[in-house]
């Protein structure tokens, strides 16, 4: 009887922990992570110390899982009205509003910890970063730049993870930044294209809703293809070669890919052209990048 209960104590906190996963969309960690890898493997010109890289990866963990919570949590009432959202895990009570926030405020508690071990730069900065984090969940109530501060609220990951290893700033990182900032509003702009009449129902904020539909995907587009050109001056500016030239060649064709796919009114194409696409376009990079950096 011990037995049968211990097991069933493990299985609820494993379905638990699932659920708390799914909250903050875990597996879409493949975003940002790959830029902040290179990052790293740039800036130390290979392998940082194994503390260094553990509480990076703490540190970009936090952050992230922290502020995909809180999105979640001030996002409770509008994802309940949207049909497309209210499947979600709050919505439909899996997970309770304050079990969200209490997320939250661990991850941020863990992230300002881990930055305090990293240096003190970062940790100077960790406020900054918070702030970034927190302010996203509240722009498309007020902006309709909301996707360029989710872009630069991701940017942040490559940034901080190049402060971690070196202590200081230089252009390479800024430019890995302003990759990741245009590439993540890109495709969140895409993404929106599905909530333009719900946006504009509910006077929320965001470039679909306020531009519409084609001029949307123009400046989707134009976010897109002035990124692929960071790539290159990227690959120039760090020294990487015939391998990241490669990655930035098939990260290309899968942008074009990308954009033929969108169809706001059907959601799978619109899962794989915004989300599956671009997680494969990351590991890409972080791949030919990294095989560059080692060899």
């Known amino acids: ?13 494993y379905e638990k922990i699932k659920t708390y996963g799914e909250l903050v969309m875990f597996s879409h960690t493949l975003f940002s992570l790959p830029f902040a890898l290179i990052a790293i ?18 540190a970009l963990f936090a952050g992230r899982n922290g502020a995909n919570a809180l999105n979640r ?8 009205k949207n049909p497309r959202t209210s499947t979600r895990h709050i919505p439909k009570g899996d997970v309770k509003r304050y079990e969200a926030l209490v997320i939250t405020l661990l991850c941020y508690a863990l992230f300002v910890f881990a930055a ?3 240096n003190f730069i970062c940790f100077a900065l960790s406020p900054v970063a918070l702030i970034l984090f927190t302010l996203y969940s509240y722009t498309k109530r007020f902006t309709w730049a ?14 901080g993870a190049w402060l971690a290893v070196t202590g200081s700033l230089d252009f390479p990182p800024l430019i890995l930044g302003a990759i990741v900032m245009l590439w993540v509003a890109g495709f969140d702009i895409l993404y929106g294209t599905q909530d333009i009449e719900f946006d504009r129902k509910e006077g929320l904020y965001s470039i679909p809703a306020h531009f519409g539909l084609t001029m949307s995907l123009w400046i989707a587009r134009g976010f897109h293809m002035i990124m692929w050109c960071l790539l290159i001056l990227l ?3 760090t020294q990487l070669s015939l391998i990241f030239s490669i990655g930035i060649l098939i990260s290309g064709i899968l942008l074009w890919i990308e954009h033929t796919l969108v169809d706001p009114k059907h959601q799978k194409k619109m899962n794989l052209a915004s989300y599956h696409l671009n997680q494969i376009i990351s590991m890409l990079l972080l791949i030919t990048a990294t095989i560059d950096v080692f060899l």
Request: with cysteine.
């Open 73 to 80: 949590y001030v996002d409770a009432a509008i994802d309940s």
């Open 116 to 118: 305090f071990m990293i």
């Open 1 to 13: 009887m011990a037995s049968n209960s211990i097991k069933g104590y493990i299985k609820k906190a």
């Open 41 to 58: 493997f740039r800036a130390a010109d290979g392998l940082p110390s194994l503390s260094l890289f553990i509480w990076i990866m703490v």
């Open 146 to 159: 909301c996707h360029l501060v989710l872009g630069i609220t991701c940017a942040g990951a490559p940034v």
């Open 235 to 237: 690959m120039w500016m």
